[in-house]
């Protein structure tokens, strides 16, 4: 059973940065797109980054020139790095990706269970 693992998340100040992390575990042979997401409490989860298997990469405005998306050596794994954090920015952060998994390799699309961002003004 692939699965998705975040860990990186904390409290952090205003101005502050952080680096998030997420691994794939589990019979993975590859990722296609994988991305971020974040949901604030009493709001929709919305996308943060995404980056390809290629290495193209979008962002949410909000996000822009503060967030950088990219991808490890191994395929299935993916960063957030987050520098100026803002109080707004607070939310679990989700990530999410398009895993080739099993021996069959079958695309099957998968989430992490969250990681918690907090920013303190």
């Known amino acids: 059973q692939a699965r998705l693992v975040e860990s990186g998340g904390g409290l952090v100040q205003a101005g502050g940065s952080l680096r998030l992390s997420c691994a794939a575990s589990?019979?993975?042979?590859?990722?296609?797109?994988m991305a971020w997401y974040r949901q604030a409490p009493g709001k929709q989860r919305e996308l943060v980054a995404a980056i390809t298997s290629g290495g193209d990469t979008n962002y949410a405005d909000s996000v822009k020139g503060r967030f950088a998306i990219s991808r490890g050596n191994v395929k299935s794994t993916v960063y957030l790095q987050m520098h100026s954090l803002k109080p707004e920015d607070t939310a679990v952060y989700y990530c999410?990706?398009?895993?080739?998994?099993?021996?069959?390799?079958?695309?099957?699309?998968?989430w992490g269970q969250g990681t918690q961002v907090t920013v303190s003004a």
């Open positions: 999410s990706g398009e895993l080739v998994v099993g021996l069959g390799g079958s695309t099957l699309d998968y």
């Open positions: 589990g019979i993975v042979l590859g990722a296609n797109r």
